[in-house]
């Protein structure tokens, strides 16, 4: 039977099979959860493990605190005043205090003190040597010395004037305590003092009940406030809290990675899996999806154990602050184990996919938990900053951003970046992972090695597979991400040598590296990029829709921006400027080819001709097209080091993701591409001379309407004359692309 | 119904490659079952999952339906029914769980993969066990089900790489019994076994492999011509170049 006789067994048996709708995908992962869910060892794993391990670490913390506070080694405190007067008044507080502590047996304390800030008292009696330094500094230093860790407690002694008291002129002290937020030391500095002076003011008040007496000085009071520590100076128990979230995703996601892949090949249910005309992608995001929910699953109720623990322990205070552990904090921890499983999970399955049984799948996990435990640590490092390197540097990331949250100095560029790289960074590996899984080495071949894997195919493809695009966009997006900095770092010097290199750079990455990819994997250059002659029509369609869109892009900045944008251009208006008076030195073809034509040619090639054809093979139209829009818009994101160009860059990706579903052809995309980054380039270019003429456009306004209107109809109808063009080139597309947009 | 050109594999092993499957080519027609026999290492499962699309040749091609493996695996996938001995069941799922997801993943509709269920029961005798879950079931039991899982979305081709491994008599006569229901359906059929009394039985058509090439293709009678042997038995005998005795003269 030769291939045009072809008659599937039922009429709608193609699209069933090449689109994974929703309601499949969702029953892939029911299946996938139930067989998790109904197993006891998860359930061991879900429920036990926190129940018990909880009370248990919570007591063991309180025996350390216990034994850490009443060991042989005194607590020293150093407490920092302003002048030797106020050191004096202090000694004899606390001279006068411990005495009257030690005759009482105990340490008091006076609930009614008045606090701004409550230093975390252990639920412990602490019985303990304490010694007391006190040390002067100069006023202006006093608070910079708390920051900074060099005293624990700073004492200011204040006159304090009573109003309608009785004794009005006699004189009275306010002792003003300040503590360091998140310092055990510091707390128990605070504590100490202020359990003196509430002992002498105490004896102070049974004294003069007794005697009736009436001093002719007032008891102290004493006024507690805190500061938050400089990064580092301090050790903070919050920094911890990453390293526990990473413990405990780990322990929730390990069994079920392993159970449904490497079990799954173990009992042979794995080729029966993949015999089915299911793409493996399919497979693996199910068991994606299962993993990553009992992953949260087990998370949630590691937390609200812990929450149990911390609050029923009294440990609160001692690990989030003065406050103690709040729905905030419960928000942050939360989303933050999110970020960390949907991460976790996919490298746990890509590890897990390549073991071809329970114990093989084991013993390479034991490396990758150690290694997942280096950032933890980095995390308690001191003075390490969350830089912009940093926050795209996978699972580093994470551990910076959620020690920055629970400190309050997160920056929300640097944890958006950090979201976003991550999101970026998980769908990579589930690409590798399906390409990982299921393959014959780890299916079959005994004898097989990992080498297998990258092995180059024996017989030439016609077409680049899904995980095969992905896999080249695994190695891209760091390399991108490398150049791209190095292209920053070449600022200052010429610009014309800035911009070849950033063509260079860009060529590199959006034409060699799929290049070499078809080269490898057999595929014509042609057909895996989509090099072919589109309607003619349609480079009309393009060229219009290419001068039309801009307005839309220019709306979508100030959408997501706001009044942002206002202030930021107008922090950078002088450097913008002096950016376009170097480009006006050069000829504005250099610029149109730099800025325009190469990124569109390259752009086009790999984000629509070697993407998006991959993505529509497997996905619905428009679910493709999004994603690859999406794609494009993270990767300017990267390129701008900002997220102002996110929505206008995914919008363009949506129009020419559109367009070569379309035409199936690159060229109309490269066209338009070029004409809407030619349009925007030369407004700039000649924006003194149009403003001779009252044709400015300014960044941070909203445009008239009439051009928003004019740019309507001229997109509308770019978007008929591109859909009537195309007709033909939709019909003739082969019956596994199915639907349209 | 079932095309194969030339098929060759080669596994790389530490002693160099091992070629397991060497130019084997043979034709599958509608209702016609197909027995691929040989001994233990032949290369008849590398065969079946290289039509299957499991594998990739190193050279050569299969065809199902007109559609090449290698060109459009899921279509072919989606044509075929696979069974293997060695396959597991999702020991946490019931039988009825376990058939309907399957339904799902090949694409039958709702209503028609309970209808089909249905009928699988009747013919395959699941309904006592229908509920249970897979874990709970006898070898026979497991095997049945399997076969049931390979039907549930009505398949034109079916493939059964020793479907009666571990069976009893009665078991395996279920089995036998089915896959001659299954050429009056129309169905093409491609049966590896070591239960050569049975594949002489049903099989129409024969191959027989020896170290991963075909040593002798045809059927029965074009075998006996062939061979000068009387039955499958005496040939395989042959084939492992094990002296025997035959009990008959050759005509």
Redo the contacts between chains.
């Keep these: ?3 045009d ?5 039922r009429e709608t ?2 699209a ?3 689109t994974m709708s929703f309601g ?1 995908m969702r ?2 992962i029911l ?1 996938e959860l ?2 998790i869910l ?2 006891r060892r998860t359930i061991v794993t879900l429920l036990l493990m926190p129940l018990l391990v909880y009370p248990m670490l919570s007591f063991a913390f309180q025996q350390f605190l216990f034994s850490n506070l009443t060991s042989t080694a005194d607590l020293n405190i150093v407490a920092g005043v302003p002048s030797n007067k106020h050191g004096n008044m202090l000694r004899e507080i606390e001279q006068y205090g411990s005495k009257l502590l030690s005759a009482q047996g105990g340490e008091i304390s006076d609930p009614a003190a008045s606090t701004e800030a409550t230093p975390q008292r252990s639920t412990i009696a602490i019985p303990r040597k304490t010694e007391l330094t006190i040390k002067v500094f100069q006023v202006t230093e006093l608070e910079n010395a708390l920051r900074q860790g060099l005293v624990d407690v700073l004492v200011r002694i204040a006159p304090h004037r009573v109003s309608g008291d009785i004794s009005e002129n006699v004189p009275a002290f306010q002792y003003q305590l300040r503590f360091r937020e998140g310092s055990p030391t510091s707390s128990s500095a605070v504590e100490y003092i202020k359990d003196r002076i509430d002992a002498v003011n105490d004896s102070r008040l049974r004294s003069r009940l007794h005697t009736r007496d009436l001093s002719d000085v007032l008891p102290p009071r004493a006024r507690i406030s805190s500061v938050l520590g400089d990064s580092g100076a301090a050790f903070s128990l919050a920094t911890v809290i990453p390293l526990i979230l990473i413990l405990m995703t780990v322990t929730g996601a390990v069994y079920p990675a392993i159970d449904l892949t490497a079990g799954e090949r173990e ?3 794995l ?9 493996r992608v399919s497979i693996l995001l199910a068991k994606y999806c299962a993993v990553l929910t009992v992953a949260m699953l087990t998370g949630t109720i590691n937390l609200l154990a812990m929450t149990i623990t911390v609050f029923s322990g009294g440990l609160g205070p001692l690990l989030f602050g003065p406050n103690g552990i709040s729905w905030l904090v419960i928000a942050e921890v939360f989303g933050l184990l999110l970020l960390f499983a949907t991460f976790f999970s996919a490298v746990l399955l890509v590890i897990t996919s390549m073991a071809r049984s329970f114990k093989e799948a084991q013993a390479y996990l034991i490396p990758v938990m150690l290694i997942a435990m280096a950032p933890g640590i980095l995390s308690i490092m001191p003075g390490l900053e969350f830089t912009w390197l940093l926050s795209c540097t996978p699972l580093v990331n994470i551990v910076l951003l959620g020690r920055d949250l629970f400190n309050g100095s997160a920056d929300p560029v640097l944890g958006v970046t950090a979201v976003l790289s991550t999101v970026v960074y998980t769908g990579i590996t589930i690409a590798l992972a399906a390409r990982v899984f299921g393959a ?1 080495a780890i ?3 005994s ?3 990992w080498k ?1 894997l990258f092995r180059r ?3 030439r493809n ?1 077409e680049i597979s899904l995980a095969q695009a992905l896999g080249v966009l695994v190695v891209s997006y760091p390399v991108y991400f490398v150049l791209g900095g190095f292209v920053k770092h070449l600022t200052g010097g010429p610009i014309a040598q800035q911009l070849i290199f950033g063509m260079v750079a860009t060529i590199f990455i959006f034409g060699g590296l799929p290049f070499l990819a078809a080269r490898f994997l057999r595929v014509k250059f042609r057909s895996a990029l989509h090099v072919q002659r589109p309607p003619w029509l349609s480079l009309g369609a393009a060229i219009l829709l290419g001068l039309s869109l801009w307005p839309f892009a220019h709306e979508l900045v100030l959408l997501g921006q706001g009044d942002n944008l206002q202030q930021m251009l107008a922090s950078k208006q002088k450097l913008i400027e002096q950016l376009l008076e170097e480009w006006r030195q050069l000829s504005p073809v250099f610029i149109l080819t730099a800025y325009a034509l190469v990124p569109a040619i390259f752009e086009e090639l790999f984000f629509r001709g070697f993407l998006l054809p991959p993505l529509t093979r497997r996905f619905r139209p428009w679910l493709a097209i999004s994603l690859s829009a999406v794609i494009f818009g993270l990767f300017h994101i990267v390129q701008e080091g900002t997220l102002i160009r996110f929505l206008p860059s995914t919008f363009l990706g949506l129009a020419l993701g559109w367009t070569l579903y379309r035409t199936q052809s690159v060229l109309p995309g490269i066209v338009l591409h070029t004409c809407n980054n030619s349009l925007l380039l030369m407004v700039a270019y000649y924006r003194p001379t149009l403003s001779k003429y009252g044709w400015g456009i300014r960044e941070a306004t909203h445009l008239p309407m009439t051009w928003i209107l004019v740019a309507t109809a001229a997109t509308l109808v770019g978007l008929l004359v591109l859909y009537l063009s195309t007709l033909k080139v939709v019909r003739k597309r082969a019956p ?1 692309r199915s639907g349209s947009t | ?1 079932i ?1 194969v050109h030339n098929l060759c594999k080669r ?4 002693q160099g490659d ?1 070629l397991a499957v060497d130019k084997v080519s043979f034709q599958v027609a509608a209702g016609e079952v197909y027995g691929l026999l040989g001994p233990n290492g032949a290369g008849k499962t590398t065969t079946l ?1 290289i039509i ?1 699309g ?3 040749p ?2 050569g091609h299969a ?1 199902v ?4 493996t ?6 072919v ?4 029914g ?1 069974v ?1 001995a ?8 019931t039988v009825r ?1 376990f058939l309907l ?2 339904a ?4 039958v509709p709702g209503d028609e993969a309970k209808a089909t269920l249905e009928r699988l029961t009747g013919l395959l005798d699941l309904g006592s066990f229908i509920n249970q879950r897979c874990a709970t079931l006898s070898t026979g039991q497991k095997q049945r089900v399997v076969l049931a ?1 390979g039907l549930i979305h ?3 081709v079916m493939m059964l790489d020793e479907p009666t491994r571990g069976l009893d008599v009665a078991g395996s006569q279920v089995i036998f019994d089915y896959i001659s229901h299954l050429r009056e359906e129309g169905k093409s059929v491609i049966v590896c076994t070591h239960r050569l009394d049975q594949a002489q039985r049903i099989c129409d058509r024969f191959g027989l492999l020896q170290r991963g090439r075909m040593i002798h293709e045809g059927s029965l009678s074009e075998l006996q011509a062939a061979t000068g042997r009387r039955d499958l038995v005496e040939m395989f005998l042959d084939i492992l170049q094990v002296r025997s005795i035959p009990t008959e003269s050759p005509a």
């Design positions: 039977m030769s291939q006789e072809e008659k599937p067994p048996l193609p069933r099979l090449t499949r029953r892939l299946k139930r067989e109904r197993d009992r042979g249910t080729e029966t899996l993949i015999a089915a005309p299911v793409p014959d299916l079959y071949g004898q097989g090695t297998d195919p024996t017989q016609a596994s | 119904m095309q596994f790389p092993t530490d091992l999952r299957l499991l594998l990739q190193c050279s065809e339906d007109g559609v090449q290698s060109a459009n695996p899921d279509q996938k989606a044509r075929i696979f293997s060695g396959a597991g069941l999702y020991q946490w799922l769980e997801f399957f799902d993943v090949y694409g899982r009505q398949p034109p």
